[in-house]
């Protein structure tokens, strides 16, 4: 149990150590490896010393956002009296097929964030995380089982399961961008 907990605690360090130390943009050898090693890791960020930037949600190879999701974010923020409030997505490493999004509401952009906006609805991705998600949509879809935000027509997923949630990565259509 010890030995267990300690490599554990060193695989973290070690993990920790690798995703603060790099200081540019990554390279498509570096999507690569980290696309190659995914079941490794959990989840990653590539700091940058960039501070995070505004671009509007519709520019060429960035995010857009859908006027659902634009309805939607603006009521949130409303009724949580957060102006600050915005939608982070992420890229994880999981499900069936090795990628899933994660979708959650933050009130603050980090160093390496990229912040996506259109209407005063504002989206909020790190560097990575946009080189898998480069020209998909952020939507608001309401269902019979619940209402959730959701990244749909991504194009550089390959293929996606059946409920939509995981999805493989073509890596040729990263590395071109």
Request: charged share 25%; glycine share 4%; hydrophobic share 35%.
């Amino acid at each position: 149990m010890l030995r267990t907990t300690l490599t554990s605690v060193a695989k973290r360090q070690y993990l920790h150590t690798w995703s603060t130390n790099v200081l540019r943009p990554p390279t498509p050898s570096l999507l690569r490896a980290n696309v190659q090693h995914a079941p490794l890791f959990r989840s990653f960020s590539v700091s940058s010393v960039i501070r995070s930037q505004v671009r509007p949600a519709e520019q060429k190879n960035g995010l857009v956002i859908s006027d659902r999701a634009i309805q939607q974010l603006k009521f949130m923020s409303d009724r949580d009296k957060d102006p600050e409030q915005m939608l982070r997505v992420m890229v994880d490493s999981g499900g069936c097929h090795g990628y899933q999004n994660k979708l959650d509401l933050t009130s603050k952009a980090e160093e390496d964030d990229i912040v996506f906006e259109k209407d005063g609805a504002r989206v909020v991705i790190d560097e990575v995380s946009l080189q898998f998600l480069r020209g998909s949509t952020v939507d608001f879809v309401e269902e019979l089982i619940g209402s959730t935000f959701q990244v749909v027509a991504n194009p550089n997923a390959k293929h996606t399961c059946g409920c939509n949630i995981s999805y493989d990565i073509d890596l040729d259509m990263i590395t071109q961008n």
